[in-house]
C-alpha cells in the first residue's frame, strides 16, 4: 500500500526554535507538496517540488523554506518558530494525474 | 483570497437522506475539480473528481454535479450513512496541476 509518511504526529516547540518536519513517499513521485490546515481556512498551500533540489513558493511561504535532497523526502523548515506557525501541517505527493496521496499530519503546537 | 469557498462549515443530516455538500470557485483558469474527505487525526483521502468537460460523476452513492457558469460545484451522498460522518474539502486545480487550491472544509455528521 502505497504510503506518505511523517515523522511525527504531534511536536510542541517554543517560541524561536529553529523546527523540522520531515516527510517521507514512497512511490517514486516527482511532486510533493506542504499545506498547512487551519481552521476556517482549509488547506494552504506552503511549499512544493516537482523534483530533486526544486522548489517553488505556495500561498503562504513566509517563515517557512523546505529541502528535498532525496526524492523520497521533502523537509519542512521553520526557520525560527512563531506562536502563530501553531497548526496541523500536511504533506502530500502525486505522481501524474490529480490524486494527492497525504501523510496523516503533524500537529504542531509552538509555546 | 481565497479561490475555493464552502460557505457551510458545518452540515447534519439524517441516516439514509441525502447530503448535499457545495462549493464555489473563482478562478476560471480551474479546470479539475475534487472531493477529499478527512477523518480526525488522518490526513485527507481522495474521494470523487470532475473535470470541466463534464457536468456530473457519478461513484456509487457518491455524485459530483459541475455547473461551470455558476463557477458551483456540489457533492451529493446518497444514502448518507453515519460512517460518512468527516470533513470533506473540496479542491480545484488547473492543467499545471501544481496549483491545487483548497476550500475551508464541511464538517457532515449523519445521525442514526
Known amino acids: 500500500d502505497v504510503k506518505v509518511t511523517q515523522s511525527s504526529r504531534y511536536l510542541v516547540k517554543r517560541t524561536g526554535e529553529k523546527v523540522f518536519l520531515e516527510c517521507v513517499q514512497d512511490?517514486?513521485?516527482?511532486?510533493m507538496f506542504w499545506y498547512r490546515q487551519d481552521p476556517g481556512l482549509g488547506l494552504r498551500l506552503i511549499y512544493f517540488?516537482?523534483?530533486?533540489?526544486?522548489?517553488e513558493k505556495g500561498d503562504i511561504p513566509e517563515g517557512y523554506s523546505v529541502s528535498r535532497e532525496k526524492k523520497e523526502r521533502f523537509s519542512l523548515i521553520l526557520e525560527s518558530a512563531s506562536t502563530n506557525q501553531t497548526s496541523m501541517y500536511l504533506c502530500?505527493?502525486?505522481?501524474?494525474?490529480?490524486?494527492?496521496?497525504f501523510g496523516s499530519g503533524t500537529r504542531l503546537t509552538v509555546v | 483570497d481565497q479561490q475555493v469557498k464552502q460557505n457551510s462549515p458545518s452540515l447534519s443530516v439524517q441516516e439514509g437522506r441525502i447530503s448535499i455538500l457545495n462549493c464555489d470557485y473563482t478562478n476560471s483558469m480551474f479546470d479539475y475539480f475534487l472531493w477529499y474527505k478527512k477523518y480526525p487525526a488522518e490526513g485527507p483521502t481522495f474521494l470523487i473528481s470532475?473535470?470541466?468537460?463534464?457536468d456530473k460523476n457519478e461513484d456509487g452513492r457518491f455524485t459530483v454535479f459541475l455547473n461551470k457558469s455558476a463557477k458551483h460545484l456540489s457533492l451529493h451522498i446518497v444514502p448518507s450513512q453515519p460512517g460518512d460522518s468527516a470533513v470533506y474539502f473540496c479542491a480545484a486545480s488547473g492543467s499545471n496541476n501544481n496549483d491545487m487550491r483548497f476550500g475551508a472544509g464541511t464538517r457532515l455528521t449523519v445521525k442514526p
Open positions: 502530500a505527493s502525486r505522481a501524474g494525474g490529480y490524486g494527492y496521496t
Open positions: 517540488s516537482y523534483d530533486v533540489k526544486m522548489k
Open positions: 512511490m517514486d513521485h516527482e511532486n
Open positions: 470532475i473535470s470541466s468537460i463534464k
